[in-house]
């Protein structure tokens, strides 16, 4: 069983808690044992990194430090924020002209730790191939959107992981529970992030093209990985309906979610219950249907 | 030995940061030095009759020169010590400057180490003897490796003043990238108008030997005598019975084969002759898309042939020419944009290359001259430009300008304007870059003449909308985001080294860039050489080009081979192995470790094996010296003894 600490940040916490309960059970489904990082602290997020770029590593770099003393040296979070401020955590111990004050805040080095995205470590180590032998109720039928986000795969000399602007290993593991992922144009487009808080007239002109889109290439819901894409995409789209005019009724689920249900987890241990907008159509079972239009056809 | 030690200053160059008088107050204090002094430029002509007064006035026997890199200027001292009368080779440089001052600040450290290495060049000299060139004779034929338009240019120059010519390329026709144009900037003259009549000269000069679909397999010897062995590669068709007829290309049944020249926009037969005007006008089988030689029934164009040409049984053959010198003209390839994922990283079919759209473009490309979208075979409308594709972008390796894309996409959109008035063309730029004759005005005449609309910034993204592509961009000047529906995107995609550079460079032993364009021997003053005598450069494998520069440095580099062809011999390095005979114990480690063949057995009275070193064909890289268990072999110039002179110097 390969060890992995777990750094699931506060969203995980709080709205989020849906992404972190399939995260464990589909990494539980895939023998990967997800070592809980002892009172981790909040990786800083923006303000930290805005308002000190020192301070924002410090406490990354901390929960770095407990990883490694818990004898991990991969740690991995589902959260792109918290993965890019763990990995600017990483590089400033190892950059030499700022690793003395890092040391003294931190108290330790965290030389050779490694940060993934959940996606990452979904799409490597487990990987579709392994998925695909493992799915128990295949999603054939269903057209899913992958929708990565501005963060996942950039910037691209700090996410060192897929292509930052034509990723494909969503599209790879969404195809690996047998559904269809469209190419979908805007998969690394802004959702509009943080500007559901001020000014939320954003997140309805960027988050509804991204709706518009995947309406448009006949998704039936949009899978994520970042809990703020979630939240905009799917907690915001009524306001973006009001804003826009539209009648978008897309599930968002996690792809942790949609693993998990391919790999026959039951919704509500999944969390499917705590989406916004209904994924009931994802319970449809379209295998047999297939498999019926195929045999009438054959 | 009475050794003159000459500092110089290089202006502020080497004095700013090093205490030149001081080195050579200091250096009166070495072993067999007589005369030390310091100069503010020793390679001008007051400076070097100063070397030349000093060795008549204080009887110097060897003469050291601090100052800059002696890759320019020790063949100027070389030629001054020997005016003065002395060998060429009792002559030392100390860099002081590409080594020293250009690197470090500190003055007192510097100036340390410019007495170091003074001090170790004297060292040196004190064991240097006289050495003496031999001449050898020079073989009066060029090599041409590369049938673009440089190459051709070369070719044409050196043919026409009486040389016989060899020519190598590795396609199948010759005419390079300027074939494949339609017409050129800035004057919208047709490519193959120009260039045809060239590519006919070459394949009916007698002086001019073409070797098509051939590849240089190794280079041996010197400037002078380079003897090469070339490839033929098997084309499945004897060419000296071919009469390019094309019955072959119309009957052969396999027509899914690559369409090379035409940039994978079209399909090909697997028996081919790339283009109407191809010089030579031979087919050739393209094997991996050949029936018959992928072991099915087939053999129609055996069938067909008039004149019995194919040959399914045709192997690659060596040939070997013996040359004088040898003049590059590899040219260069296209970024290959897939790499951008944000362009779709060809994903999108009418999302193509400007060299695919030069063949949309072109009377005799996929779509007749007609101008027609790849997916659909549809007419565009709107079509977008995006510039620096794979240029001045260090995130994907390409740093630099291509020098090229700016003209030529002014080009295309005029041209789009010429054949469909009704067209709109956006061109996404960073900047535009335009210097030469005429083309400013050109650019110009796109934006006023033609309505091009310019826009100043990058694009993000492009991405299908139904049957239409999005661009999605900035504009910089106006500060917003901006969105172009487009039929059709060209992407600018940039200049890069040709595939195999390297492996040429290291058959020809001349040096590249980190990009792999060839590098020539000053930036400046010897752009068309080599630092490998008799090597010469033309074209885009020295780095980005357009067509006059190209044609330019083709006749450049002529004419460098014209002058050295004008002496009938050459004088010979005398930096080469020589074996101590007394000492030799005849292992025979050194020949077998020569790569250049350069060692062979020699016989003396009583049937007694000694080394022996054929002084032509030497390199004097010194590997023999190093291995030679006695030492009996040693590399003059750079003997043990010289290097172990410098050595305890250094560690004195």
Known sequence: MKRVAYYKGCSLEGLATEYDRSTRLVCEAFGIELVEIHDWNCCGSSPAHSYDPLLSSALAGRNLAIAADQGCDVVMTPCPGCLKSLKGAQETCEDPSKRKAFVDLVGRDVDGMKTISLLQLLYEEVGPEAIKKAVKRPLSGHVLIPYYGCLLTRPADRAKFDDPENPISLDRLIE??????????????????????????????????????????????????????????????????????????????????????????????????????????????????????????? | MRIGVFVCSCGTNIAGTVDTKRVASEALSFADVVYATNYMYTCSEPGQQEIQKAITEHGLQGVVVAACSPRMHEPTFRRA?????????????????????????????????????????????????????????????????????????????????????????????????????????????CSSCILGPKMVDVSQNEKITLYAASQIESINGYIGNFTVDIRKKATYVNWDACTGCGACVEKCPSKKAEDYFNEGLGQARAINIPFPQAIPKKAAIDAQFCRQLNGKKCGVCAKICPVKAIDFEMKDTIVTEKVGAIIVATGYDLFDYSVYGEYGGGRYPDVISGIQYERILSASGPFGGHIRRPSDGREPKDIVFISCVGSRDASVGRPYCSGICCMYIAKQAILTKDHM????????????????????????????EYGVQYIRGRVGKIYQRG?????????????????????????????????????????????????????????????????????????????????????AQGSAAASKVQSLFAHDTIETNPQVALVNERNCIACGKCIQVCPFGAIQWKELRGGIKKAEVLQTVCQGCGVCNATCPPKAIQLQHATDNQILAEVNELCA
Not at chain 1, 190 to 214: H, P
Not at chain 2, 148 to 163: F, K, R, Y
Not at chain 2, 488 to 510: D, H
């Open chain 1, 176 to 298: 690996a529970t047998g559904a269809t992922a469209p190419d979908f144009p805007f998969k690394t487009e802004c959702c509009g992030a943080t500007y559901g808080v001020t000014r939320n007239e954003f997140v309805g002109r960027l988050s509804g093209r991204i709706l518009d889109m995947a309406s448009q290439l006949g998704g039936e819901a949009i899978v994520v990985a970042c809990p703020l894409c979630q939240q905009n995409l799917d907690m915001r789209q009524d306001q973006i309906n009001k804003f826009a005019k539209r009648d978008f009724h897309l599930p968002v689920p996690y792809i942790s979610q949609v693993i998990g249900l391919s790999l026959g987890i039951s919704p509500k241990k999944l969390g499917l219950d705590k989406l916004c907008v209904s994924p009931d159509v994802l319970l449809e079972d379209r295998a047999g249907d297939e498999k019926r239009v195929q045999e009438q056809a054959g």
């Open chain 2, 81 to 189: 010590v020997e005016k003065a009368g002395l060998n060429r080779y009792m002559f030392e440089m100390a860099n002081i400057r590409e080594h020293v001052s250009w690197i470090g600040t500190d003055k007192e450290a510097n100036t340390r180490k410019a007495l170091d290495l003074v001090r170790m060049a004297v060292a040196k000299l004190r064991f240097n003897a006289p050495l003496f060139s031999s001449k050898a004779p020079v073989n009066k034929r060029l090599l041409v490796i590369g049938g673009g338009v440089a190459g051709i240019q070369a070719a044409l120059d050196c043919a026409e003043g009486g040389m016989d010519v060899v020519m190598v390329e590795r396609k199948q026709y010759i005419g390079g990238k300027m074939a494949k144009l339609d017409k050129t900037f800035p004057t919208i003259d």
């Open chain 2, 421 to 448: 008035p009704e067209s709109n063309s956006y061109v996404f730029y960073m900047d535009i870059r335009s210097p030469g004759k005429n083309y400013d005005e050109f650019v110009r005449r796109a934006q006023e």
């Open chain 2, 467 to 551: 049957d239409r592509m999005v661009v999605q961009g900035a504009d910089t000047l106006l500060g917003v985001q901006v969105e172009v529906e487009a039929d059709l995107v060209v992407l600018a995609t940039g200049v890069e080294s040709s595939s195999g550079a390297g492996e040429l460079a290291e058959k020809l032993r001349i040096s590249y860039d980190q990009y792999g364009f060839y590098m020539e021997s000053h930036p400046k003053l010897r752009p068309v050489e080599t630092n490998t005598a008799g090597v010469y450069l033309a074209g885009a494998c020295q780095g980005p080009k357009d067509i006059p520069s190209s044609v």
